[in-house]
């Protein structure tokens, strides 16, 4: 294989990221860590237990023979569909991105991998397989073996809760348990007491401090040995390394003084440092658990699904809302939220939003539909099984299929930062080390440990997630649900903005409709209604609500097509309803008003004409957008209400009419080569390509349940006149991480400048550590906040 492929997957080596290990070169880390794990690349080892880290033969042999059982897979699994399942494994032994890039990778150790997702905070991974190609039992069986064995329990499943791991509680009771009674017995030779018993039971009382210091050093901090030695196994030098030589040092020179009576040692200070440093952590996991917490379950994700009560009638409720037992109507293009079974007779679903692949697959009375599925027809019910998963809809939109290839700056900033800090600081030790051991022993310990200890990139690494974290978290509190916090960083870059007309900066709500041509009677009427009902358009929204009740009629046959408009067959008649074009229908001023035609069984019949309602607060809106952005009005009507928009909005709007869906897309792709950075606003629907094309695309929800997976965030229409804050809020938020880049910055520079200098105590840098995550995790979230508040 040529040097310039990857020993392991083939794949061109780039040579900013290239690995070379055992003479070989490797594209990634990931790459290097698995062939080394897995015998150079012997597809035939993947089972080969005496090479692989994990379970034995032994451990493993009959232990998961239940997976065999299809009904319990089947309970395991949140999706499965021809040729595809996907399974949610909770892993306990996840540390670090080591076992990320190991997991990441699973598609290279069994083919029938299609994809693995690791959610490092929950500790679970979520594995898309072919179950023609592998089986789940397989997949544990696997895991097992390369030492991550995950934890099943068909109850936790049932009841969606996994036990709750309290290791990281008692590492930190013990070493605070050693530190504290350490410091009691160390008080005699702090103040240098000279009392006969406390001379002559010194050698005891020094044994006894180095018995308790044992299980911080064994047990506390047994988590940095290993996150240490994985990070020098793949070659990538993380923030453990020094931390773990730091606590090694102590221990071994404490050990040497009281083995030589040098004195009783700093095994105070090592249990202090394990301790301080350990609860450093649980901050970290807590502060980042809440952020979590507030993301998946609290903020508002205004996607509305409609309810067929027991009398028959429709209501619009939140996701949210949904209840085991509901029956729900589901129409053409919505996403089905949450499990269910069938009703209707039949339906086709398309499941892309959950597997990328956008293939449609039909469905019969009685089968079994998933959360995350978009119907494609006619409208069908179904009946919920259990109540949605807000968590599992966030997950899917944030798939790797849908998301946009962006250069995000803090990040770039933050991984060279992190890439050079642990060389450079271990050079930094060594050489502080080498200075004073020639001047005074003990000093140069103390600076080397101090120097070890008390610099530290964990606070830059966490400068960005926490802002972030936090401003995701007040969107959401605001009604705007972003997908991810990279989105965050592309609103703040923006200078144009799109706005799509119908449904997006005018309301669906107040629009006046009147009827033009042949009087329909009530059996059209009738059949008109029920078309409408299967449309999610915002215009067929508004008109259904505007025709009165009328009994339900079975759709035989049911076709939308985007920009265009309806063609249906119900109880024995054709229905056409849309534009003038698909009508093939011209009159006089066809093209100056909005309007939806009408033609039952082949017979022109009228049109309605929709007078537009503008949203509230849009003329104020676009005037203070107006002096930082440019604006443009794209729209798929005709321009009859140029005028109107004329002297509403700013002389610098553009306003294009006439505009189908792949036109704007192209129109937003020549800014794009124009060096512009678009966000457009649409409804959803019929901009799907549009939201996908530009850099932040914003769908508006107004009780419509049409979701497009590639938007990027979602706005409540009761918020539209805050565009200009989000924007607003957004730049203030790089400007939060940039502020605290050079805080972080700067508590390094000041600690180091003392710590060589011989004037910090690892003690003392053992408490400042920590105490400067707790420091930057508070100034993000004050200035997040204060900034939301202006």
């Known amino acids: ?59 493993i042999k009959g232990k998961y023979d239940f997976l065999n059982d299809e009904k319990i897979v089947s309970k395991l699994l949140d999706f499965e569909e ?11 032994h996840i540390h670090c ?28 991974v979520r594995i898309t397989y072919n179950p023609y190609d592998t089986s789940l039992k397989n997949i544990v069986e696997l895991l097992s073996a390369i030492g991550y064995e995950p934890y099943i329990s068909l109850e936790n499943y049932e009841n969606k809760k996994q036990a709750i791991d ?79 030589l730091g606590i090694v040092v102590m221990f071994v020179r404490s050990t040497v003084d009281i083995i ?21 952590k649980l901050f970290q996991q807590k502060t980042y658990n809440f952020l979590s917490f507030e993301r998946d379950y609290k903020s508002y994700f205004p996607i509305a699904i409609t309810k067929i009560s027991s009398d028959g009638t429709e209501e619009p409720i939140q996701v949210y809302e949904i209840a085991k037992g509901d029956r729900l109507l589901i129409r053409n293009q919505e996403l089905i939220p949450v499990d269910g079974i069938l009703i209707s007779p039949e339906a086709s679903i398309d499941y892309s939003f ?27 019910e179904m009946e919920v ?48 080390f080498g200075f004073w051991i020639f001047k005074d022993v003990a000093t140069a310990f103390n600076v080397l440990t101090a120097i070890l200890i008390v610099a530290c990139p964990c606070a830059l690494a966490l400068t960005a997630p926490f802002t972030l974290g936090n401003v995701l978290r007040i969107m959401g509190y605001k009604k705007l649900y972003l997908k991810n916090a990279t989105v965050i960083e592309q609103f703040a870059k923006v200078d144009t903005l799109v706005f799509d007309k119908t449904g997006t900066i005018t309301t669906n709500k107040k629009t006046a409709i009147s009827y033009e041509g042949t009087e329909l009677n009530s059996l059209e009427l009738k059949v008109l209604k029920n078309v409408l009902r299967g449309s999610n358009h915002p215009l067929s929204r508004r008109l259904y609500d505007f025709i009165p009740n009328q009994d339900k009629l079975e759709l035989t046959h049911f076709e939308e097509i985007t920009g265009k408009g309806i063609f249906a067959e119900i109880d024995g008649h054709s229905v056409k309803l849309g534009s003038s074009q698909f009508l093939q229908h011209m009159s006089e001023n066809t093209h100056k008003k909005t309007k939806v035609h009408v033609e039952i069984d082949g017979e ?77 606003i649409g409804d959803g629907l019929n901009d799907a390509g549009a939201l996908a094309q530009s850099n932040v695309g914003i769908s508006i929800s107004e009780n419509v349940n049409v979701f497009s997976p590639a938007c990027d965030g979602i706005l409540d229409a009761s918020q539209f006149s805050k565009i200009d804050y989000f924007l607003r809020f957004s730049k203030n938020a790089m400007k939060t991480i940039y502020m605290s880049f050079v805080l972080s910055l700067l508590y390094n520079v000041v600690g180091l400048s003392y710590a060589i200098t011989g004037n910090l105590l690892p003690i003392v840098a053992a408490i400042i550590m920590p105490l400067s995550t707790v420091t930057i995790v508070s100034f993000v979230t004050l200035m997040s906040n204060f900034y939301a508040r202006r």
């Open 82 to 92: 021809q040729g595809t399942h996907i399974v949610s494994l909770y892993i306990p």
């Open 385 to 432: 099984l259990n109540s949605v998963s807000q968590s599992y809809l966030t997950q899917l939109w944030s798939n790797d299929v849908f998301q946009k290839r962006v250069e995000q700056k803090y990040k770039n900033i933050t991984d060279t930062i992190s890439r050079y800090f642990t060389p450079a600081l271990l050079l930094l030790g060594f050489v502080s």
């Open 354 to 380: 959950v597997t990328g692949e956008a293939v449609v697959i039909k469905k019969k009375s009685g089968d079994k539909v998933y959360a995350g599925g978009k119907q494609i027809g006619k409208i069908i």
């Open 604 to 680: 022109y019949k009228g049109s309605y004409v929709f007078n537009n309602q503008y949203r509230e607060g849009l003329e104020k809106l676009f005037e203070n957008l107006a002096k930082k952005y440019n604006l443009v009005v794209l729209s798929g009507d005709n321009d009859g209400e140029r005028k109107i928009l004329e002297k509403m909005l700013p002389p610098s709007t553009t306003l294009v009419f006439n505009q189908k869906p792949e036109q704007k897309l192209e129109y937003i792709e020549r800014l794009q080569k124009q060096g512009k950075n678009v966000m457009m």
């Open 260 to 280: 030589f009576d040098y004195g009783q040692g700093f095994f105070d200070s090592m249990c202090g440092l394990i301790f301080f440093m350990l609860l450093g």
């Open 1 to 59: 294989m040529s040097a310039q492929n990857c020993f392991h997957c083939g794949n061109e080596v780039v040579k900013r990221d290239q690995v070379v290990f055992d003479s070989k070169s490797f594209c990634c880390v990931g790459c290097k860590t698995v062939y080394e794990i897995f015998s150079q690349n012997d597809l035939t080892c993947y089972y080969d237990f005496e090479k692989s880290p994990g379970a034995t033969p032994q451990d």
């Open 166 to 244: 309290r290791t990281l509680i008692y590492k930190i009771g013990v070493a605070f348990f050693s530190f504290g009674n350490i410091m009691l017995l160390s008080f005699p030779e702090y103040f240098e007491v000279g009392e006969f018993w406390i001379e002559q039971y010194k050698g005891f009382f020094r044994w006894l401090i180095f018995a308790l210091a044992l299980p911080p050093f064994f047990y506390s901090a047994f988590g940095y040995y290993v996150s240490a030695w994985k990070s020098i196994k793949s070659k990538m030098l993380n923030i453990d390394i020094p931390i773990a």
């Open 97 to 124: 991105s080591s076992c990320i890039w190991i997991l990441e990778n699973l598609q290279k150790l069994d083919k029938g991998i299609v994809s693995s997702q690791v959610n490092f905070h929950e500790k679970k």
